[in-house]
């Protein structure tokens, strides 16, 4: 059922408000390099078209679970119940302090002066999406490539949400981008295929190309089991040990769409589960980020 354009009436659940104290102690300028940001509707209202309503979650939230974490930086991922209109982001931005990073939501005719004034704010990436857990469809493909070419001035990183098969099904797009890469959340891939399964050596594959990098978060999308995810864990720790200098992590903080939304503190004391030394887990956490993001 369509969701009227007043209606703000929360249609996925909130995130957990009691996040556990993590006992892993994440290093100095640690990077939570995929979460997102909603509202407050009073000042930065829902897009009409929107696919969900979320429960607000504005930035004083964020910054308090990131204090409360142990996170110094971090990278706003913007959400589709948003829509092209990017200024909740610019408003975190602005109130981060250099210290967060953006990837926008663009359209083809957005204005190329509306692009640098957003990497002037600090967006350094621009998100596509090819999965859509509430219905929807791709943007055409020719308006992708439109998008692709006004951000490459830039130098910003293309961002993908992928679902099930699709980093098989869309290969020979994602190798035809000489851009930076980002695919979300271990490519949301279906782990009933195994670790030896087709779409995941293509996944691996992918990382050997030097431009596509993988955010290891979302074991908790992935997974078939409770907390803590024994099932998809390995596909992460496979990839941070494959393609270290090539991997970051993410809360993915407040979990929109989710059906068993999380506890972030359990989430971070997977990180010495997906890597179990400190080298990977300084890449994954810090340099690969500044590296990444731009910080």
């Not at 791709?138 to 006004?150: E, T």
């Not at 809360?251 to 059906?259: C, G």
């Not at 506890?263 to 300084?282: F, H, K, Q, S, Y």
Request: glycine share 8%.
């Amino acid at each position: 059922m369509a969701i009227r354009a007043d209606d703000l009436t929360p249609t996925i659940p909130p995130p957990d408000p009691n996040p556990k104290k993590p006992r892993f102690k994440l290093p100095p300028l640690a990077c939570d390099s995929h979460f997102h940001v909603f509202g407050p509707h009073s000042k930065f209202p829902y897009a009409a078209k929107r696919p969900f309503t979320p429960t607000d979650a504005p930035k004083e939230d964020l910054f308090r679970l990131h204090a409360f974490l142990g996170f110094e930086r971090g990278v706003f991922v913007q959400s589709t119940c948003h829509g092209s209109d990017n200024t909740a982001l610019l408003d975190l931005l602005a109130a981060g302090q250099g210290r967060y990073r953006g990837a926008a939501l663009l359209d083809p005719w957005t204005p190329q002066a509306e692009v640098d004034r957003l990497d002037d704010a600090g967006v350094r990436g621009v998100r596509l999406h090819f999965y859509f857990p509430r219905g929807g469809e791709p943007m055409r493909r020719d308006d992708m490539l439109q998008v692709i070419d006004k951000v490459a001035p830039n130098g910003w990183h293309i961002e993908m949400q992928f679902g099930g098969h699709g980093v098989l099904d869309y290969y020979d797009f994602i190798t035809s981008i000489e851009a930076p890469v980002v695919i979300d959340h271990v490519g949301r891939i279906d782990i009933g295929e195994g670790l030896r399964g087709k779409t995941f050596s293509v996944l691996r594959r992918l990382l050997d190309r030097g431009n596509v990098w993988i955010k290891l978060s979302g074991t908790d999308r992935i997974t078939k089991q409770p907390y803590p995810y024994a099932d998809a864990v390995p596909f992460a720790r496979d990839l941070a040990a494959h393609a270290p200098e090539r991997v970051v992590w993410g809360t993915d903080w407040p979990h929109p769409n989710h059906s068993a939304v999380p506890n972030d503190g359990e989430l971070v004391d997977l990180i010495p589960e997906i890597a179990p030394d400190e080298r990977t887990r300084r890449l994954m956490l810090v340099d690969n980020p500044a590296k990444l993001f731009g910080f």
